[in-house]
């Protein structure tokens, strides 16, 4: 998977979903985090659809799949697992509204995620409506107790991957707490 440098398309059948990432990071990311989901690494299950260049053309099944991919269904996800302790989490944070622990794949040395208990329908940032500020809002408050919590006085930076280009993978809403080390910019 390394040796691939453009982007690439992610087909998960389990969930008829498709990714779209870039190389490097976020692909090596990606890839262990379908597999957990589906539980094998099987190529049948999660597999390249696509690696576009920028002179290679997609076929118009593909735009299909990929345009579809953006209506992706408020179904439980492995943070209900997590929630419902069915399977383990490293927790550092824990009130009656939101749950968080470190990331099983950490992009630093702190990687945690912060999620709301009750989805209420926040699959993901761009389904926010106007009843959702005060889970949002704790969201991003929690951050910070926790930034302070795990000694990050010097800076952390929070992130939200959202949808198929935001490289989303999970898709109940979670904010990442990343720290521990310099953060570059712009963010790839
Ligand atoms: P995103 O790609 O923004 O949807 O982030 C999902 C994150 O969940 C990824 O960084 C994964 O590494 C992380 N993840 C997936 N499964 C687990 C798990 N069982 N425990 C902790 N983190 C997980």
Redesign the pocket.
């Known amino acids: 998977m390394s040796a691939i440098l453009s982007p690439v398309r992610l087909y998960n059948p389990i969930r008829n979903q498709i990714f779209r990432c870039s190389f490097g990071s976020q692909l090596n990311?990606?890839v262990?985090?379908l597999t957990?989901?589906v539980g094998s690494p099987s190529p049948s299950l999660t597999r390249i659809v696509s690696q576009s260049t920028s002179n290679s053309s997609m076929s118009s099944e593909k735009e299909a799949a990929l345009a579809a991919s953006s209506t992706i269904p408020d179904s439980p996800t492995?943070?209900d697992?997590?929630l419902n302790k069915e399977?383990p989490?490293?927790v550092v944070y824990e009130d009656d509204k939101v749950l968080a622990?470190?990331?099983?794949?950490p992009?630093a040395p702190v990687?945690i995620?912060i999620i709301p208990k009750v989805k209420d329908g926040l699959s993901r940032l761009a389904k926010a409506e106007e009843r959702h500020m005060e889970i949002l809002g704790r969201l991003l408050h929690t951050a910070k107790v926790i930034a302070k919590q795990e000694g990050l006085e010097d800076g952390f930076r929070i992130?939200?991957?959202d949808g198929p280009k935001?490289?989303?993978?999970?898709?109940h809403i979670?904010v990442?707490l990343l720290g521990g080390r310099q953060m570059e910019w712009p963010a790839g």
């Open positions: 990311r990606v262990p985090s957990r989901l492995i943070f697992k997590i399977i989490a490293n622990f470190r990331d099983i794949n992009q990687h995620l992130v939200i991957n935001g490289c989303q993978s999970v898709y979670h990442h």
